[in-house]
Every structure is written in C-alpha cells, then in structure tokens.
C-alpha cells in the first residue's frame, strides 16, 4: 500500500507559474502509473495529467496541454506537476492518484493523495 502526500498548492495570479509535488511512502513508486487530478467544488473530479511507471509515456488533458508538465523521480519518490501560465479556471484542489496498472485517464486509481488548494486570481 502507498501513502501519497501533496504539496506545493497555493494563491497565484493569472499568468503565474506554480509546482506541485506528490511524494510517495509505504510503498516504492516506481511500480505505479501516477495522475493528477482535480476538482472544483459541485463539480466532477477532472483528469488533469498521467505518467507511466519509467516516465517515458505521458497523458494530458487537452486543456493543459502545452502549459502543464508531469515528470517523476523514482529515486525520490515523487511525481511532479509544473504548471505554467495558470489560468483563474485552473482553480481547483489537486489531486494526485496511484495504481499498479496502467495509467488511464479516468479515475480509476487505488490510492488517492489528501489534495492541495491551487487559487488562480484574474
């Protein structure tokens, strides 16, 4: 089993660039497919990002595409989300998820992170 914590959320202008991270313990990650998700409040959990277990494959939701960048360190244990000229509809708590199998765009994920607050101000 695989605790995931996040971090790195915060209050942003439009524009800005923001990093989040998602460490890994009880478990090593290098065997799980990872991916970012997030959730606006009344509204649906949204698949933001995935990358597979060596990190050479990747997915992206189109509306991030070009602005936001997975990538992992094994050795630490860590996925990472780079998020770059964020937008005020990027607002949303963030989520990272794990699982053995492949990476998939929805939610299919066995282990689930607490999320951190990203706030995108216009």
């Known amino acids: 089993q695989v605790q995931l914590v996040e971090s790195g959320g915060g209050l942003v202008q439009a524009g800005d660039s923001l990093g989040l991270s998602c460490v890994a313990s009880g478990s090593t990650l290098s065997t799980y497919a990872v991916g970012w998700f997030r959730r606006v409040l009344g509204k649906e959990r949204e698949f933001v990002a995935a990358i597979n277990q060596s990190g050479v494959s990747t997915y992206y939701a189109d509306s991030v595409k070009g602005r936001f960048t997975i990538s992992r360190n094994n050795a630490k244990n860590t996925v990472y989300l780079q998020m770059n000229n964020l937008k005020p509809e990027d607002t949303a708590v963030y989520y990272c998820?794990?699982?053995?199998?492949?990476?998939?765009?929805?939610?299919?994920?066995?282990?689930w992170g607490q999320g951190t607050q990203v706030t995108v101000s216009s």
């Open positions: 998820a794990a699982r053995r199998l492949v990476m998939v765009r929805t939610p299919s994920y066995d282990y």
